[in-house]
């Protein structure tokens, strides 16, 4: 099936700003609260929020196979299960729909009310109900930088990590939209020179520069997917910041990896923007550096070319960008992740969030975390407000922003934004005693 939706020299009726995230070659999807206090689902061109339910009411999807209810639910779910085919349908037809020389909605004023909204009458929500959520770790600038921080530098990569894409099973109960603060961690740590924890406030709160894929229905139990088939079972991705707390994480992590330090919040960019609209972004892998088993080889261009910046913006402050990288470092692609994920029958659901693991790229300037921007703490990260940062302060606001260009086109994900707050205390109730 072709994809017309990315057909570069379209153009919409809608305003689309010259450098915006959004052009109509973009059409994203999430899901958002009207001004009527409705939920629904939609995607976006431009500042201009679109009311998938609301259009789909009116017939504007008309053959195309659809229930009824497919946009009014709080959820992406089940319209993600529904496969590719219908994902394309209907990226094509809203394409069609907003193009500037289809008149069938632009010329219909009481449907434009009921349809369209401006971004200040809206309010973003988690885009999928995720059922479970796996993050990897498979950056290998990445791993050799904390390999060589806490272990040998001449051994940082452990003896599986060219081999796997290695992952654990994290908590998708505290996976966050863009815009809702997060409060410091509390829990156990063993400070220097003692033999003895101590329980208490993280120190370390630290950024993950991520992306995070989603995927649909894929597998039955016992049946793995093969690399070739992998991303036809893959919707979209998200911008995604793993919060982690490194001095609870070096205290818990032996032997079965983090816990505490990293189900505490996860943030996600809230409009989840197709692997069909990222095709033309494709690029190489990284060459493996050792022979990858054969279930694992994998062929054609595997990544993308996804420009990536975080920004740290102390309170009442300008902002300061501290790290520029690029998701097409990725050592083991989405594909692989998923394959493997899969090899011992393990099953994919409509939903199911994927992390990428901090993504670092060959400069010091493209670290995708404070642990690796400030070396630990021994080279502070200078702030444009005259501060400095080893690691996040509360009241600080991490901005992550990602988006791919080419030949005057440009698809991004807008941006995850999240204030950490102090560690959370109670309210004071008056009742009696």
């Not at 649909?216 to 995604?240: C, K």
């Not at 692609?333 to 901090?358: E, F, K, R, W």
């Not at 407000?385 to 807008?414: A, H, L, P, S, W």
Request: a negative charge; glycine letters at 8%; aromatic letters at 10%.
């Amino acid at each position: 099936m072709p994809l017309s939706a990315n057909n570069p020299d379209r153009k919409s009726w809608l305003h689309v700003d010259k450098n915006s995230d959004f052009p109509i070659q973009n059409i994203p999807f999430g899901v958002f609260l009207t001004r009527d206090d409705i939920i629904t689902i939609g995607t976006r061109i431009g500042d201009t929020a679109i009311d998938l339910g609301a259009l789909h009411q009116l017939g504007y999807f008309e053959g195309i196979p659809l229930t009824d209810d497919i946009f009014l639910q709080d959820t992406l779910n089940d319209f993600i299960a529904d496969g590719r085919k219908t994902w394309r349908l209907v990226r094509n037809r809203i394409a069609q729909i907003f193009d500037e020389e289809n008149e069938s909605l632009k010329g219909n004023l009481k449907h434009k009310e009921t349809v369209l909204f401006r971004l200040d009458e809206i309010e973003m929500q988690l885009p999928v109900q995720i059922g479970d959520y796996t993050d990897f770790y498979s950056s290998i600038e990445h791993a050799t930088n904390v390999g060589t921080m806490f272990r040998d530098p001449d051994n940082a990569l452990l003896p599986n990590w060219l081999h796997i894409p290695v992952g654990y099973h994290g908590r998708s109960s505290s996976i966050i939209p863009s815009g809702i603060p997060v409060h410091r961690p509390q829990g156990q740590t063993l400070p220097a020179g003692a033999t003895e924890p101590v329980f208490g406030p993280s120190k370390l709160v630290d950024f993950e520069l991520e992306m995070a894929f989603i995927t649909t229905d894929a597998n039955d139990l016992g049946e793995p997917i093969p690399l070739e088939e992998a991303e036809e079972y893959i919707f979209g991705l998200v911008l995604f910041n793993d919060w982690s707390a490194r001095d609870i994480q070096k205290w818990e992590y032996v032997p079965l990896g983090p816990f505490l330090a990293k189900s505490f919040a996860s943030s996600i960019s809230p409009w989840i923007v197709t692997l069909d609209a990222l095709e033309p972004y494709r690029v190489e892998s990284p060459k493996p550096i050792k022979k990858q088993l054969s279930y694992l080889q994998q062929k054609g261009k595997k990544s993308f070319d996804i420009n990536l910046e975080v920004s740290i913006q102390p309170e009442k402050a300008k902002e300061t960008i501290v790290s520029r990288s690029n998701f097409k470092h990725m050592y083991w692609s989405m594909a692989q992740q998923l394959t493997h994920h899969t090899i011992n029958g393990c099953p994919i659901n409509s939903g199911d969030m994927m992390g990428s693991g901090t993504i670092s790229g060959p400069t010091p300037d493209s670290y995708g975390s404070m642990l690796e921007l400030s070396w630990r703490g021994e080279k502070p990260v200078k702030l444009n407000n005259g501060t400095e940062r080893k690691f996040i302060q509360d009241f600080d606001t991490v901005i992550m922003r990602g988006y791919c260009e080419k030949d005057g086109t440009r698809i991004g994900f807008g941006e995850v934004k999240t204030q950490l707050l102090p560690v959370f205390k109670p309210k004071k109730t008056n009742k009696p005693v």
